[in-house]
Every structure is written in structure tokens, then in C-alpha cells.
Nanobody, 116 residues
Framework: QVQLVESGGGLVQPGGSLRLSCVASGFHQRIYAMGWYRQAPGKQRELVASITTGGSTNYADSVKGRVTISGDNAKNTVTLQMNSLKPEDTAVYYC??????????WGQGTQVTVSS
């Protein structure tokens, strides 16, 4: 059974940092990529960052230089280190797994709030 378990969201002041982690299970080594998306109220879900099992990364322009994504293929985990957070980073963050067959799987989401 496929399962994605996210952790690490919360409330942080502007300029602060947060680390989000996601553990995927049940994929039987058929993961192509893992990533993080976010959705703010009234907005569409958007890519934050992704990483393939080969190590290629992709970042949204809005987070470049502030966010680092890393993955552990052996543990099927992906981590998003977010620094210099801004109020506009406030959103529900979703872990995403892209299966080698093209199917996308989503976590339940974790709230990130950047506010003083």
C-alpha cells in the first residue's frame, strides 16, 4: 500500500527556517522523482522543488536561493530545507511522488505559516 507521511510544518517568523520531510513507502523502488508543492488560499497548487532519483533538481523561481531539496533513495525520503521564509511562503505544502509509470501520488499536506 502506497503511503506518504509528511512532517515539519508549523509557524515561523519572517526570516526564519523550516525543514519539511516526507517518507514514502509501498513504491517498491519505482519512484522517478519526489517533490514538494504548495497551495495558498485562493491559489492553484504550484511546484516548490523536485528531485529525481538521479539527483536532478528543479526549483520554482520564487524560492531559488532560499530552499534546498534533498533526497535519500535508500530510505525513500525527501527533505525541503526552507530559509529566509517570507509571509508569501505561507501555504499548505504537499509531498509528491512521481511513479516511473507516470502516476502522481500526494501526501495529506502540512501547513506552513510565516507570520510575526
Amino acid at each position: 500500500q502506497v503511503q506518504l507521511v509528511e512532517s515539519g510544518g508549523g509557524l515561523v517568523q519572517p526570516g526564519g527556517s523550516l525543514r519539511l520531510s516526507c517518507v514514502a513507502s509501498g513504491f517498491h523502488q519505482r519512484i522517478y522523482a519526489m517533490g514538494w508543492y504548495r497551495q495558498a488560499p485562493g491559489k492553484q497548487r504550484e511546484l516548490v522543488a523536485s528531485i529525481t532519483t538521479g539527483g536532478s533538481t528543479n526549483y520554482a523561481d520564487s524560492v531559488k536561493g532560499r530552499v534546498t531539496i534533498s533526497g535519500d533513495n535508500a530510505k525513500n525520503t525527501v527533505t525541503l530545507q526552507m530559509n529566509s521564509l517570507k509571509p508569501e511562503d505561507t501555504a499548505v505544502y504537499y509531498c509528491q511522488v512521481a511513479h516511473v509509470w507516470g502516476i502522481q501520488y500526494w501526501g495529506q499536506g502540512t501547513q506552513v505559516t510565516v507570520s510575526s
